[in-house]
């Protein structure tokens, strides 16, 4: 069994720093794509961040400069730094990845969610 498991999220002001962290665990043999989803109440699940397993990284626009997503690959888990957060960063955020099983197959995996409230 294969799993995501996130940690990190709370309370921030704005403007102020805050860090998630998402570790894979089981019976992995590689992991793919890492990234970061947020749902917003009344709004749709969006992408904030996904890296690739060679580091390139893509961000919503919403998002750039402020926010910084990394992975550690010996510890198969991925990061979400999130600096000067507003208000409208307020969401449940979501970790997800692409893992190949030790099993070969392949499997999408979210996160349980954490949420992140930016107060103003």
């Known amino acids: 069994q294969v799993q995501l498991v996130e940690s990190g999220g709370g309370w921030v002001q704005a403007g102020g720093s805050l860090s998630l962290s998402c570790a894979a665990s089981?019976?992995?043999?590689?992991?793919?794509?890492m990234g970061w989803y947020r749902q917003a109440p009344g709004k749709q699940r969006e992408l904030v961040a996904a890296i690739t397993s060679g580091g390139r990284r893509n961000y919503a626009d919403s998002v750039k400069g402020r926010f910084t997503i990394s992975r550690d690959n010996a510890k198969n888990t991925v990061y979400l730094q999130m600096n000067s957060p507003r208000p409208e960063d307020t969401a449940v955020y979501y970790c997800n990845a692409g893992v190949v099983a030790t099993s070969r197959s392949y499997l999408e995996l979210w996160g349980q969610g954490t949420l992140v409230t930016v107060s103003s």
């Open positions: 089981g019976s992995i043999f590689s992991i793919n794509n």
